[in-house]
């Protein structure tokens, strides 16, 4: 295992010996979970942070009427709970779960302690703060800043570089895009229809042509 964590960049520079201990005392320890399941529960104590192997997940926050919205998105290599161990208020203020099969590296809190020490492992360790904190940063602007016009052509646009086509297929449902966008799905829809109706788009299920 220890060879394994090497290769991640967050221990790369990170002592042999003090690796192989923390992994023998089970203070850092694999875990996998499957598509759909929930890893930390909204309000529970934070008492260590996660890194994303494989696989991908979100927070969400639910609302009284049932309705979700996505908040952040970790994909591998990311940082979960690292912004919650040392402060006064530790709890998760959102649900956290699998989209798809993960697995994950779970480092207790006196884990984190230790590696805080090794300098290569706080490097590492506050870039993915800061990472995670920018994230965090176009979330909110997302919310209060551009409308939802705005944000679909964006998103649009970024999916059209990525795939390196004006044909792009979403890689989520128009569900789970919606919750994405803090909206709910009937007006995600009714903007898309008018974005299909003024020629800007073509829509066939996920797949969507971009004409602007």
């Known amino acids: 295992m220890i060879a394994e ?11 042999h010996n003090i690796l192989e201990r923390l992994v023998q005392e089970k203070q850092i320890y694999k875990q996998s979970y499957h598509k759909g399941a929930t890893v930390h529960e909204q309000n529970t104590q934070c008492y260590g942070t996660d ?8 927070a969400y926050s639910l609302a ?5 919205t996505v908040v952040f998105a970790f994909g591998v290599g990311s940082l979960i709970g690292a912004n ?21 590296l779970h480092i207790s809190k006196a884990g984190v302690r230790e590696l805080l020490k090794q300098h290569d492992f706080v490097m590492q360790f506050v870039q993915l703060l800061s990472m995670n904190s920018q994230g965090m940063n176009q979330k909110i602007a997302m919310y209060t800043q551009k ?5 679909l052509t964006d998103y649009l646009l970024a999916l059209s570089v990525e795939q390196k086509s004006e044909d792009v297929v979403l890689p989520v449902t128009k569900k789970q895009l919606a919750d994405y966008f803090g909206v709910q799905r009937p007006s995600l829809f009714r903007e898309l229809k008018r974005m299909k109706e003024e020629g800007l788009v073509e829509i066939a299920n ?5 004409r602007f």
């Open 51 to 58: 890194v994303v192997c494989s696989g991908k997940l979100v």
């Open 64 to 68: 009284t009427n049932g309705s979700e």
């Open 5 to 15: 964590l090497k290769h991640i960049p967050l221990f790369c520079g990170t002592d």
């Open 206 to 210: 996920k797949k969507i042509t971009i």
């Open 147 to 151: 409308s939802l016009r705005e944000n």
């Open 84 to 104: 919650l161990l040392f402060a006064k208020q530790n709890r998760y203020p959102m649900n956290i779960y699998c989209t798809g099969d993960c697995t994950l």
